[in-house]
């Protein structure tokens, strides 16, 4: 390192780029530790598992299943193999640590592996396959998701992640507002009612999951894609509105999804529908805590606070409002005044929840012009001009949200936005 001819790389350069004369010599540094026996030991699962599923894959497509290969799949498929995979990942001590493991698994072929035996799973109609089938589908969304949740390794996965299946896995129930989550009758198991139920819950909130992690990355032609595809806002929809409200993480992932998609300002012409707009309203007003939702405070706030910021980025952008705007600004005016930034940032932290971007925010927090301007407006409601305003507020309560947390912070200054967030206070 003393020589002046001393080249350092980062971890995220490739050495393919230098060439090495004679005498010169290569020193890694290891800055990290890593399970990597357990991350190898499930690479290694992922294969041979695999192997075995594609070899009886032809079979499975018969109706019934043949029992003999029934009592197979309970011998080779063991889904606690995953288990063992996500508890060294979720308790391992630093961020470091975490994104060591997350690598050696996707280097070592784990990444390619996850989403083969996804495809391959797919190709099976849902309701005919065995419960064991249909947990290993979970069980690939449960992991796809866990692995594209990390900021620091999320270029490396979300680059490679086939997105057509994760929307495949969201479709295999179809969601309806204000009505059961019905999973369909499978033959194989005498799991029935609630048990199956909550399964496919389950199904739809890591699908849901790793959806939120592919809009908060990167790419306009994916949220335009969505965001234009009438089913795909159904099936979300019916994700915001389906019962039981129990399952409250669903609530929030496919509310999460939202904001994300609005990033595109040419997703507006889409998310702006009425129906769509009436189904945030109806979710905001539902979000407080019952006995048949069960949700903690923590949970309701951060709903209504999705809610808000997936309004207030639509309204922002509208010539024209209608009266269901009055319903929008009478909700917006009781969370603003009970909105507290560094509660909300506590139960972001506790829920798990990571929005990433922040130019989309800043965008609205200084279109201060909005608020001035004259809006055509359904009758002369002061609160249509309020309403305006509003969306400012939330998008500068927004920053400071994010400002409680030190990594958002570090994010935003690696970003070069944080002179824009200090001033943002001088746009009111």
Same mark, same amino acid.
């Given at each position: =390192?003393?020589?002046?001819?001393s080249t350092?790389?980062?971890?995220?350069?490739s050495?393919?780029?230098?060439?090495l004369?004679?005498?010169?010599?290569?020193?890694?540094?290891f800055?990290?530790?890593?399970?990597?026996?357990?991350?190898?030991?499930?690479? !290694?699962?992922?294969?041979k598992t695999?192997t075995?599923?594609?070899?009886?894959?032809p079979?499975l497509?018969?109706?019934?299943?043949?029992?003999?290969?029934?009592?197979s799949?309970?011998?080779?498929?063991?889904?606690?193999?995953?288990?063992a995979?996500r508890n060294?990942?979720?308790s391992?001590?630093?961020?470091?640590r975490?994104?060591?493991?997350?690598?050696?698994f996707?280097?070592?072929?784990?990444?390619?592996?996850?989403?083969r035996?996804?495809?391959?799973i797919?190709?099976?109609?849902?309701?005919?396959?065995?419960?064991?089938?249909?947990l290993?589908?979970?069980?690939?969304?449960?992991?796809?998701?866990?692995?594209?949740?990390?900021?620091?390794?999320? =270029?490396?996965?979300?680059k490679?992640?086939?997105l057509?299946n994760i929307?495949?896995?969201?479709?295999r129930?179809t969601?309806v507002?204000n009505?059961?989550?019905?999973?369909p $009758?499978n033959?194989y198991?005498?799991?029935?009612g609630d048990?199956?139920?909550?399964?496919?819950n389950?199904?739809?909130i890591?699908?849901?999951?790793?959806?939120s992690?592919?809009l908060?990355y %990167?790419? $306009?032609n994916?949220?335009i894609?969505? !965001?234009?595809?009438?089913?795909?806002l159904?099936?979300?929809?019916?994700g915001?509105q389906?019962?039981?409200?129990?399952?409250?993480n669903?609530y929030?992932l496919?509310?999460?999804?939202?904001?994300?998609?609005? /990033?595109n300002?040419?997703?507006h012409? /889409?998310?702006?529908?009425?129906?769509?707009?009436?189904s945030?309203?109806?979710?905001?007003?539902?979000?407080d805590?019952?006995?048949?939702?069960?949700?903690t405070?923590?949970e309701?706030i951060y709903?209504?606070?999705?809610? !808000?910021?997936q309004?207030?980025?639509?309204?922002a952008?509208r010539?024209?409002?209608?009266?269901?705007y009055?319903?929008?600004s009478?909700l917006?005016e009781?969370?603003?005044?009970?909105?507290?930034?560094t %509660?909300?940032?506590?139960?972001?932290?506790?829920?798990?929840?990571?929005?990433?971007?922040?130019i989309?925010?800043?965008?609205?927090?200084y279109?201060?012009? /909005? !608020?001035k301007?004259?809006?055509? =407006?359904?009758?002369?409601?002061?609160?249509?001009?309020?309403?305006?305003m509003m969306?400012?507020?939330?998008h500068?309560?927004?920053?400071q949200?994010?400002?409680?947390?030190?990594?958002e912070?570090?994010?935003?200054v690696?970003?070069?936005l944080?002179?824009?967030?200090?001033?943002? $206070?001088s746009?009111?």
């Amino acid at each position: =390192a003393s020589d002046v001819n001393s080249t350092v790389l980062s971890s995220k350069e490739s050495i393919q780029s230098y060439s090495l004369r004679n005498g010169d010599g290569i020193t890694v540094e290891f800055t990290s530790e890593a399970d990597v026996a357990v991350m190898l030991e499930t690479v !290694a699962y992922l294969q041979k598992t695999l192997t075995f599923f594609e070899s009886i894959e032809p079979q499975l497509l018969l109706l019934p299943t043949p029992r003999e290969l029934l009592a197979s799949l309970q011998t080779e498929i063991n889904v606690t193999q995953f288990d063992a995979f996500r508890n060294t990942y979720q308790s391992a001590k630093s961020p470091k640590r975490q994104i060591a493991d997350v690598l050696i698994f996707i280097n070592a072929g784990g990444l390619d592996l996850l989403q083969r035996f996804h495809s391959a799973i797919l190709r099976l109609p849902f309701k005919a396959m065995p419960l064991q089938v249909q947990l290993l589908e979970f069980e690939m969304c449960q992991m796809l998701w866990t692995l594209s949740s990390n900021t620091e390794t999320e =270029a490396v996965v979300l680059k490679e992640l086939k997105l057509d299946n994760i929307v495949q896995s969201l479709f295999r129930v179809t969601l309806v507002p204000n009505a059961i989550v019905v999973p369909p $009758p499978n033959p194989y198991t005498q799991w029935q009612g609630d048990i199956q139920m909550e399964f496919v819950n389950y199904l739809i909130i890591t699908s849901l999951g790793c959806l939120s992690c592919v809009l908060e990355y %990167e790419s $306009p032609n994916i949220q335009i894609d969505l !965001a234009s595809n009438h089913k795909f806002l159904e099936q979300i929809e019916g994700g915001l509105q389906c019962l039981p409200a129990s399952f409250k993480n669903r609530y929030l992932l496919a509310m999460s999804l939202l904001p994300a998609l609005a /990033y595109n300002l040419d997703t507006h012409r /889409y998310l702006c529908k009425p129906h769509m707009i009436q189904s945030i309203i109806r979710t905001w007003r539902n979000a407080d805590p019952t006995p048949e939702n069960n949700a903690t405070r923590g949970e309701s706030i951060y709903l209504k606070y999705l809610a !808000a910021l997936q309004i207030t980025m639509l309204c922002a952008t509208r010539d024209r409002y209608t009266t269901q705007y009055l319903q929008i600004s009478e909700l917006l005016e009781q969370f603003l005044r009970e909105a507290d930034a560094t %509660e909300l940032h506590t139960h972001e932290k506790e829920l798990g929840y990571v929005l990433n971007k922040y130019i989309p925010y800043l965008r609205v927090a200084y279109m201060p012009y /909005y !608020a001035k301007r004259t809006v055509q =407006a359904c009758g002369s409601d002061p609160r249509y001009r309020n309403l305006q305003m509003m969306c400012i507020e939330t998008h500068v309560l927004f920053f400071q949200v994010i400002l409680n947390g030190e990594r958002e912070r570090k994010r935003m200054v690696d970003q070069g936005l944080m002179d824009y967030v200090v001033c943002l $206070p001088s746009v009111l």
